[in-house]
């Protein structure tokens, strides 16, 4: 895998967009795509369609190329039938939560990772992770989707998409390791499990959105790696840095010249760390907070019953059966991941 990762922050002309994506592409070299079975692994929020038409366009020569994503709720008639005309009869366009899963074994951790904080006997990490099919089944996988910043999944991170190819259980058990300080393990954990490669990834950041609370953002950014720990390092540099709970974040610390051996001459950018932190308004990273240290937690209520209620959404099980069919949250459980409020939309949040 390369080391580099370009960020290339569009200007103000009516092309600066085509002309980001073209300089993008070019500085990508993309071979061996000669029968390989590629998943192009796409947003519950629509991409712009040039970013995807550039991407499978780039992925000509290989013998079947899929577009997926875990809910295609967001993507209207048109946009589907574009992104189906696109793949003309090369592969499908498939959305991963009404498909089947597939059972992959967990590789055997060390002795050592395995203790590592774990503080109750019935808690293990994962043994099985119930993947998408057409990720499962995948020789390579591309990352295309919007920036979309969560300050407790990470999402920004291009390995954190696998949350989106998980089964609903396995994607809770990834979670529920949060608690323990274990969640990016668990993570890489189930990522493992996978024998498909990551070829590379495209976060649009032209919006970015902060996932768990809805924020939006104007930035001017697309940032491109085919490394993911460096592309989930620039996703942290363009947010300010300020993350919580993040599998990757010291990767990214180093990255942003914070930690002990941080260090920045390393970054392929044609924009400068401090221009990319100033892109984000001030007060897009002002939430909640989450633990009682920094003033309580914030108390998370459902107004009505959901359709398709799951009490396995919560990661920490603080989530159950109200009496009058309305979930409760049980404030001593919630730790404030904002996860529920993702999936439906009949949660809210407040202060005390």
């Known amino acids: 895998m390369s080391e580099t990762v370009m960020i290339e922050a569009l200007g103000h002309g009516s092309d600066a967009r085509g002309h ?10 993309i071979r061996g795509l000669e029968g390989k079975r590629i998943v192009v692994l796409m947003g519950d929020v629509p991409t712009k369609p040039d970013l995807v038409e550039k991407v499978v366009l780039s992925l000509a020569g290989a ?3 899929d577009l997926a994503a875990r809910s295609l709720a967001g993507y209207d008639a048109a946009a589907r039938s574009a992104l189906t005309s696109l793949l003309g009869g090369r592969g499908e366009l498939i959305e991963m939560s009404s498909g089947e899963f597939e059972s992959l074994a ?7 990772r395995q203790l590592h904080g774990m503080e109750t006997r019935e808690r293990r990490f994962i043994k099985q992770a119930f993947f998408a099919r057409c990720l499962a089944e995948a020789d390579l996988f591309v990352v295309v989707r919007n920036l979309e910043l969560n300050r407790f999944s990470g999402v920004h991170g291009v390995f954190a998409t696998v949350l989106d190819c998980l089964a609903t259980k396995t994607r809770t058990e990834v979670l529920s390791y949060a608690s323990y300080g274990l969640m990016g393990e668990a993570l890489l954990d189930a990522w493992s499990a996978l024998e498909s490669v990551f070829l590379f ?17 104007e930035t001017g950014v697309i940032l491109a790696g085919i490394d993911p720990e460096d592309l989930d390092g620039y996703a942290l540099i363009v947010s300010g840095g300020r993350t919580s709970w993040s599998p990757f974040s010291a990767s990214a610390s180093a990255r942003a010249g914070r930690g002990r051996s941080g260090h920045v001459e390393g970054i392929a950018s044609n924009v400068r760390l401090d221009e990319l932190r100033a892109r984000i ?7 909640p907070p989450a633990r009682r ?34 979930p409760v949250v049980r404030r001593a459980g919630c730790v404030g991941c904002g996860w529920c409020l993702k999936e439906y939309a009949e949660v809210s949040v407040h202060r005390r």
Not at 106 to 112: C, E, L, M, N
Not at 201 to 217: M, N, S, V, Y
Not at 281 to 287: N, R
Request: net charge negative.
């Open 20 to 29: 980001a994506l073209d300089n993008v592409f070019n500085w990508m070299t």
């Open 293 to 326: 240290a920094l003033g309580g937690p914030p108390i998370v209520e459902f107004s009505g019953r959901p359709t398709d209620f799951d009490a396995l959404v919560c990661p920490t099980g603080a989530i159950s059966e109200g009496s009058n069919g309305i």
């Open 281 to 287: 308004p001030a007060g897009f990273w002002e939430k």
């Open 63 to 65: 013998a079947r190329i």
């Open 106 to 112: 967990v590789p055997t951790r060390t002795s050592a």
């Open 201 to 217: 990834g495209i976060l649009d950041a032209e919006q970015t959105r902060e996932e768990t609370f809805g924020r939006t953002a």
